[in-house]
């Protein structure tokens, strides 16, 4: 028992007093809705009005009345996916209140990424229907975001609004502790936008039989918390389209007011274009594959995946591993290391794996072996030196191997500043454009993608990852996601796509750029190429004797040759 409760709360709790619940409508939501807080039948199975004879459905029929069968069944995760305007939240409103008023010593717990969300939308309509509901609960008590069946402090029969963003995972997860009733509801509104953990913690704790959970919002894309949620085993998964509403099918935008209309969605279809992504999530309630500022769009790697299968089946796949990129970690049951091998401009699924390592000085060592054994360069080798990483820079360089440190906060590198290595870049982003050298990699995967300049064999759990990293302007320059920030949102670290870039960073590119040429077609100007792992220059298609250094660890500090004059 809370220690909080007064001596009348206590008494309350005791002699088992309060209000008495609907248990007759216990299996009959819409019902309770109609007789109790007077809504009008049609406005919730929309079927009930003549307009709808002969209407071809776009999404689920009666949708409203689907979500709340499946509640009144115990179904045990119920998600909806609608389009804007469509009455979900005023109908989740109505179900929590449903809910509190015909389950004795029930707990409802709701939840939207941002507190103003939750006030602004379930928490309003709750307002606006309470003076019905509190006619027949008389000792119910609404505060700011709190119910009180009993009036008081007492918790254990009432409903709680928390604020679930991603600075508050760890918060809601210890408070996931102490949500346990006999009869609990779980209402996440605005799904799209809620952290997997926090998903997860819910549902960890809806442990008894009589445990719901319901998930509601407009769709971000196919891999966000509420289409995940939507889309998971024995979920009823229901689709509200705003084509569906009562006031677009009878042509009647005073029927419910305030929700979507004809008006309104002509002027999304002309805005967006009816196969736009933007018309499908706002207007039909459907998913799009990822979302608007998706770092890697997925019709990218499928046409890679496609020259890959072409390539593989001719043969032309080649066996010489020339790039290698890590993402490492140190943990045994925590974040997976990964490592990507690119063979040419081709990356097979077996060169790519993630797995536990709780060492990063011997991965370090493992990297060094793979090295050996497939004779990479270590100026193909990419490695994040921050963090963990920094112990399998350490080692490789304690073996003699000056690998590429590829810290994300570093400055970007500028097209000058990418030495040639015998097969030189072929394009790199301009560095004013981006915040820092981890935006400006990733942009680099981004545009090899898009200009079919990578083949990589089809990987589920890769493409998932890829299209999951989204960017946006920061002061003028494009920055990418924080790989903590995805982790927080998606519940999952993308190792294996960090490898994939840094990978794609460090490999052998071909040059666009043409050399000077004399009078007769003869090149003159010098170039720098590798050879038996030093750097020398060629003249004329002969190599300079002249012994350059060794690759550097930073390519900024690389030797600057000018070019000679021409002849007189």
Sequence with gaps: MD?????DDRFALAYDTGPTPHTEYENDPVGWAVD??????????????????GHSWDGD????????????????????????????????????????????????????????????????????????????????????????????????????????????????????????AEHMLLVYEETQGIPVPVMKAGEHTSTAPHNLRVAIGNPGHQHDSLHKFCTKKNAVHVVMSALDHPNVVTGDPSLIPGAVSRESIEERREEDGEDSPEYQRKVRGRSPEQASNALIRMEWLRRSAERFAARKAKGEIPETITAIGVDAANSENGDKAAVAAFHGNTLPRTALRSFQCPDSNRLGKQVFDL???????????????????????????????????????????????????GQPFDWVPDANEFLNLRSQM????????????????????????????????????????????????????????????????????????????????????????????????????????????ETPRRWSNRPRWQSQRRPS
């Excluded at 820079?393 to 040639?420: I, T, W, Y």
């Design 3 to 7: 220690d909080n409760l007064t001596l």
């Design 36 to 53: 109790v807080l007077g809504i009008p039948e049609r406005t919730i199975r929309w079927s009930m009005n003549p307009e709808y004879e």
């Design 61 to 180: 029929p009666d949708p409203l009345v689907k979500i709340a069968e499946a509640l009144a069944r115990w179904e045990k995760n119920v998600g909806a996916e609608s389009g804007t305007g469509t009455g979900k939240s005023f109908w989740m409103a109505v179900l929590i209140l449903w809910f509190l008023g015909c389950f004795k010593n029930s707990r409802v717990f709701t939840f939207a990424p941002k507190e103003d969300q939750l006030r602004k939308y379930i928490w309003k309509e709750i307002g606006l229907l309470w003076p019905k509901f509190v006619i027949h609960f008389p000792q119910a008590v609404k505060r700011d975001l709190a119910i009180r069946m009993r009036g008081g402090q007492d918790e254990s029969w009432g409903a709680s609004g928390v604020a679930v963003g991603v600075g508050a995972n760890e918060e809601v997860a210890s408070k996931a502790a102490g949500m346990h």
């Design 371 to 421: 090295m050996e054994a497939k004779g990479v360069s270590q100026e193909h080798v990419g490695v994040d030196n921050v963090g963990v990483g920094a112990g399998t820079v350490n080692e490789l360089a304690r073996l003699g191997r000056q690998v590429r440190r590829l810290g994300g906060s570093n400055n970007c590198v500028k097209r000058a500043e990418r030495a040639p290595d």
């Design 442 to 549: 990733h942009w680099q995967l981004r545009q090899d993608l898009q200009h079919d300049r990578v083949d990589i064999e089809w990987n589920e759990n890769l493409a998932e990852e890829l299209t999951t990293i989204e960017y946006e302007p920061h002061n003028g320059k494009t920055k990418i996601e924080a790989k903590d920030d995805i982790k927080a949102r998606t519940g999952k670290s993308p190792n294996e796509a960090e490898a994939v870039i840094y990978a794609n960073w460090v490999r052998p590119r071909a040059r666009k750029v043409e050399q000077p040429k004399a009078r007769g077609g003869e090149d003159i100007a010098p170039r720098i190429v590798l050879v038996n792992g030093q750097w020398r220059r060629e003249r004329r298609g002969r190599i300079d004797e002249e012994e350059l250094r």
